[in-house]
Nanobody
Framework: VQLVESGGGLVQAGGSLILSCAAS????????MGWFRQAPGKKRECVAE????????YYADSVKGRFTISRDNTKNTVYLQMNSLKSEDTAVYYCAAARSPYRVVVRSRVDYWGQGTQVTVSS
């Protein structure tokens, strides 16, 4: 199974980015998908999750109202729309997959990780 992220980069505070994660080698609709991030010197944290059927979402308090996770099961892709970006959103963002019924937000249940994509927000 391979997860490949794209869409990271440098953006000014207040700007937007959309991250994509394309999955291959698995039955995508069997997996709950999510995004983690890790800033220098900090623990990796789950910022968003969307279950396989799209009926359950999770957002970290720090991103609620600014980030939106979505998925297209026909394209085996999960997205993270990030708006109103802040300098504290600067981190490496990782795509993660957990086979249903296990949840991505429970980090120990993550089966697969992407390689990460850097997001840098300049103030």
């Amino acid at each position: 199974v391979q997860l490949v992220e794209s869409g990271g980069g440098l953006v000014q505070a207040g700007g937007s980015l959309i991250l994509s994660c394309a999955a291959s080698g698995c039955t995508f609709s069997n997996y709950n998908m999510g995004w983690f991030r890790q800033a220098p010197g900090k623990k990796r944290e789950c910022v968003a999750e969307l279950t396989w059927g799209g009926n359950i979402t999770y957002y970290a308090d720090s991103v609620k109202g600014r980030f939106t996770i979505s998925r297209d099961n026909t394209k085996n892709t999960v997205y993270l729309q990030m708006n109103s970006l802040k300098s504290e959103d600067t981190a490496v963002y990782y795509c993660a997959a957990a086979r249903s019924p296990y949840r991505v937000v429970v980090r120990s249940r993550v089966d697969y990780w992407g390689q990460g994509t850097q997001v840098t927000v300049s103030s």
